[in-house]
C-alpha cells in the first residue's frame, strides 16, 4: 500500500513540473509560427460610414400604435428611425407605411419616402411620394399628408391627384373627417373630376 501511495505521490510531484513546462512550450510554439498581421489586409470600413454610425442613433424597423379617441386603430412602420438629438419625442422615420382602421372597418393605406413622428402632438407629417390607398375605392398621391394617432383624421394640404369610384381627380386639398361616425373624404381647392363610367 506505501508502495502505491509513493508512486503516485512521485506522478503528482512529477506533473506539477511536467505540465506546465509543456504548456508554455506549446504556447511558445505559437508565437514562434504566428504570421504577423498586415494593417492593410484587415476588413476596410469607410470612414464616413463609422463617423455616420457613431453620430446616429438609428432604430431598425420600428412600430407605432395607437386607438384613437373614436376608436380607429392606427399603425405605423417604417425601415428605420432617426431621434431628433435635440427632441427625442421627435422622430425621423423612412420609408414609411401606415394603415388605418375605422371602427366600421374602413381602411386607409398610406406609403411614403420620409415621415416625422411627433410624440408631443401624436401627429405624424408624411413627405415625398405619399401615397393614399382607401378601401372605398381611392388612389391618391400627394407631397404630403398630415395624420392623427390620437384621432382619425387625415389632411392634404397641397395638390394632389389620383383615381376614385368616379374617375380621375385633380384637388389643391384633401381631408378626411368623421361625421356621424362615418369617415368621409372631403376634396376643396380647385377640383377637377373626369368622369369615367364603368365599362
Given at each position: 500500500m506505501a508502495v502505491a501511495?509513493?508512486?503516485?505521490?512521485?506522478?503528482?510531484?512529477?506533473?506539477?513540473?511536467?505540465?506546465?513546462?509543456?504548456?508554455?512550450?506549446?504556447?511558445s510554439t505559437?508565437?514562434?509560427f504566428s504570421k504577423s498581421v498586415?494593417?492593410?489586409?484587415?476588413?476596410?470600413?469607410?470612414?464616413?460610414?463609422?463617423?455616420?454610425?457613431a453620430e446616429k442613433q438609428q432604430i431598425a424597423a420600428p412600430k407605432?400604435?395607437?386607438?384613437?379617441?373614436?376608436?380607429?386603430?392606427?399603425?405605423?412602420?417604417?425601415?428605420?428611425a432617426t431621434p431628433d438629438p435635440e427632441n427625442p419625442r421627435r422622430i425621423a422615420i423612412e420609408n414609411t407605411r401606415a394603415l388605418v382602421v375605422a371602427?366600421?372597418?374602413?381602411?386607409?393605406?398610406?406609403?411614403?419616402?420620409?415621415?416625422i413622428y411627433d410624440g408631443a402632438t401624436e401627429r405624424v407629417t408624411f413627405r415625398g411620394d405619399v401615397?393614399?390607398?382607401?378601401?372605398?375605392?381611392?388612389?391618391?398621391?400627394?407631397?404630403?399628408?398630415?395624420t392623427s394617432l390620437a384621432e382619425t383624421q387625415l389632411l392634404?394640404?397641397?395638390?394632389?391627384?389620383?383615381?376614385?369610384?368616379?374617375?380621375?381627380?385633380?384637388?389643391?386639398?384633401?381631408?378626411v373627417i368623421t361625421r356621424n361616425g362615418v369617415e368621409v373624404l372631403v376634396f376643396n381647392r380647385g377640383v377637377k373630376l373626369v368622369y369615367q363610367p364603368d365599362n
Open positions: 501511495d509513493n508512486s503516485y505521490s512521485r506522478f503528482v510531484q512529477f506533473a506539477k513540473v511536467a505540465l506546465p513546462l509543456l504548456a508554455l512550450g506549446l504556447l505559437l508565437f514562434l498586415n494593417p492593410e489586409d484587415a476588413i476596410p470600413f469607410v470612414e464616413d460610414d463609422v463617423e455616420s454610425i407605432f400604435s395607437g386607438v384613437t379617441t373614436d376608436g380607429s386603430k392606427v399603425t405605423v412602420s417604417a425601415d428605420f371602427p366600421t372597418g374602413r381602411e386607409i393605406e398610406i406609403s411614403a419616402l420620409t415621415a401615397d393614399v390607398i382607401t378601401s372605398t375605392g381611392y388612389r391618391l398621391r400627394s407631397e404630403e399628408l398630415q392634404s394640404p397641397g395638390p394632389l391627384t389620383g383615381t376614385g369610384p368616379s374617375g380621375v381627380l385633380t384637388a389643391g386639398r384633401m381631408e
